[in-house]
T-cell receptor, first 113, second 111 residues
Framework: DVKVTQSSRYLVKRTGEKVFLECVQDMDHENMFWYRQDPGLGLRLIYFSYDVKMKEKGDIPEGYSVSREKKERFSLILESASTNQTSMYLC????????????FGEGSRLTVL | QKEVEQDPGPLSVPEGAIVSLNCTYSNSAFQYFMWYRQYSRKGPELLMYTYSSGNKEDGRFTAQVDKSSKYISLFIRDSQPSDSATYLCAMSYYNTDKLIFGTGTRLQVFP
């Protein structure tokens, strides 16, 4: 089974803290994605990566950065967390040679106080 | 105007009902259409995948694409309480392209 693992399911941070969200996939997928999901707004793409050390901005990259040092791992970084970054964060991966299906992790619910 | 529009619901139906979930889209270049199901506090999982127009059936689920109307549907026959979830439509131009998601429709099937 494809597995996308997000290390933290629930986090509570304070405004201004640096936050790391880690994601690991075990299917040797080339592509990895970070989304945030908010009620009424659906899934919005933050960043994605088609290869190691490569990154592309999605629709809402402001306030976020990413790191992909290894193929299986894609990290989302909030340099200085703000209350409007309270959200559910979803990591996903896909294979370039397949249908484009995204395999999602279970999500990380971040609350910024 | 959003590229993909989806009624958020909630949609509440009795067990055994036929459910129809829909999305409209604005860009006629979309070719790949997907439906994802998301249970509470879980990540979305792919339910149905369709390329271009037509119907696709898988058990109790049927996905329909009408490109002339820019309208896609997911039908659930003999709905079960275990079908209670949020259903997200998604589409893309190419199979290697990023997906554009609808906001999701919350479905509740009561016994």
């Amino acid at each position: 089974d494809v597995k996308v693992t997000q290390s933290s399911r629930y986090l509570v941070k304070r405004t201004g803290e640096k936050v790391f969200l880690e994601c690991v996939q075990d299917m040797d997928h080339e592509n990895m994605f970070w989304y945030r999901q908010d009620p009424g707004l659906g899934l919005r793409l933050i960043y994605f990566s088609y290869d190691v050390k490569m990154k592309e901005k999605g629709d809402i990259p402001e306030g976020y950065s990413v790191s992909r040092e290894k193929k299986e791992r894609f990290s989302l970084i909030l340099e200085s967390a703000s209350t409007n970054q309270t959200s559910m964060y979803l990591c996903a991966s896909s294979s370039t040679s397949d249908t484009g299906e995204l395999f999602f992790g279970e999500g990380s619910r971040l609350t910024v106080l | 105007q959003k590229e993909v529009e989806q009624d958020p619901g909630p949609l509440s139906v009795p067990e055994g009902a036929i459910v129809s979930l829909n999305c409209t889209y604005s860009n006629s270049a979309f070719q790949y259409f997907m439906w994802y199901r998301q249970y509470s506090r879980k990540g979305p999982e792919l339910l149905m995948y369709t390329y271009s127009s037509g119907n696709k059936e898988d058990g109790r689920f049927t996905a329909q694409v009408d490109k002339s109307s820019k309208y896609i549907s997911l039908f659930i026959r003999d709905s079960q309480p275990s079908d209670s979830a949020t259903y997200l439509c998604a589409m893309s131009y190419y199979n290697t392209d990023k997906l554009i998601f609808g906001t999701g429709t919350r479905l509740q099937v009561f016994p």
